[in-house]
């Protein structure tokens, strides 16, 4: 009997006007991609110095979240964020920190989601109840995370920056004579108005998978009948996907072939659920993409508990798929990226934004892509 690992593996699913509430944050989504954050903790938000690319110092668009419930009271309700840098100049070369990943949790009771689950399905769109506009942070028009600045002119818009407020300027017509609702009764966390800086907007569903444990030979794997069936209905997704436009599977080096064992495993897997976008195995290993850019022995300790941190999930190259909606191929490129978070849950100050670990695998160089305080810690231990 083999011996099998449940994973979880994630798929975009699009929303319609009947359902683009359901991934608003009081509903607590599975996860979703694209659009504006939904910030579990509404008030202690990271800084735009946090979200920032290291290499450009541009913001960073909002790439996707997951709920991934920590074992610790404090971590009940708990979301990874991942934010990744759009600029095309920051891929050239050997780019770095260009993917940032962050950690917020909450216990059961709290003062910013409700006690009792509101399930979009049975309730369909309602007000967030938790919602307090003097206690919850401002968000930027543009990108929704926090904004410190707000528009001179109509003194109700707020932005995060010079830039997003200028690229807001271009899209409406800021008129301070407009009637607007009072101040208690704008949600900024129910922010709708699309806009060039922000990527389509998904909800996410979960299903299972299994990985192998033993040295079981893959050919003996796919002998079986379920994964004969398996294997038919995931060849039907890959015909259907190489059928739309830039598809990424084909576009994955073929000069890997052959050469690379792991890149053979990687678009094996991928082949059998060609559009899943994200792989999730809290505590197993990451699939690696290559063997020509291995993936990091050593991954850097928690910055506030010190303790190591784990495997949680990674990226997968559909996701690229996904987030293409700008009229152009995307500039992001990875062959994966794996995202490691602290082994602990440990309690973050203020039950704010932790930011974790995250590794860009390509197929050409490695962007070790981990957090500036870890970078500074490590400066502090070799002088």
Not at 43 to 63: E, H
């Amino acid at each position: 009997m083999l011996n099998r690992r449940e994973i979880y593996l994630g798929f975009a699913k699009g929303l319609d006007k009947s359902t683009a509430a359901s991934v608003q944050r009081h509903y607590l989504p599975l996860g979703k991609v694209g659009g504006r954050p939904a910030w579990l903790n509404p008030v202690n938000l990271p800084i735009k110095k946090q979200l920032d690319c290291q290499n450009c110092n541009f913001a960073m668009p909002f790439l996707l979240q997951i709920y991934c419930p920590g074992t610790e009271d404090h971590s009940f309700h708990r979301y990874l964020y991942v934010f990744v840098c759009s600029n095309p100049d920051c891929y050239k070369g050997t780019p770095k920190q260009t993917v940032k990943v962050f950690r917020c949790q909450l216990p059961l009771k709290n003062d910013y989601t409700s006690s009792q689950k509101i399930d979009f399905a049975d309730v369909g769109e309602v007000p967030d109840p938790c919602f307090n506009s003097e206690k919850f942070k401002k968000l930027c028009a543009v990108c929704g995370c926090y904004a410190a600045k707000y528009c001179s002119k109509c003194k109700e818009a707020y932005y995060c920056s010079v830039e997003h407020q200028k690229l807001d300027w271009k899209r409406h017509d800021c008129n301070p004579k407009k009637i607007l609702p009072a101040d208690d009764e704008v949600d900024p966390f129910k922010l709708t108005k699309e806009n060039e800086f922000l990527f389509c907007e998904h909800a996410i569903e979960m299903d299972c998978d299994y990985a192998v444990l033993s040295d079981t030979d893959e050919s003996d794997v796919e002998s079986s009948d379920e994964n004969d069936k398996e294997m038919k209905r995931a060849k039907e997704l890959l015909d259907e996907l190489r059928k739309e436009k830039g598809n990424v599977v084909d576009a994955l080096p073929e000069m890997y072939e052959n050469d690379d064992a792991d890149y053979d495993q990687f678009k094996r897997v991928i082949d059998r659920d060609p559009k899943q976008i994200l792989r999730y195995d809290r505590h197993g290993k990451p699939l690696s993409a290559t063997d020509h850019v291995s993936l990091p022995m050593q991954i850097p300790n928690c910055p506030i508990c010190k303790s190591p941190r784990t495997f949680e999930f990674q990226l997968m190259p559909y996701i690229l798929s996904v987030i293409e909606n700008r009229g152009s191929v995307s500039p992001i490129d990875f062959a994966t990226v794996c995202v490691y978070t602290c082994s602990k849950d440990c309690r973050i100050d203020n039950d704010g934004y932790a930011e974790e670990y995250a590794f860009k695998q390509d197929f050409e160089f490695a962007d070790y892509s981990r957090p500036t305080n870890d970078r500074e810690d490590e400066d502090a231990e070799n002088p």
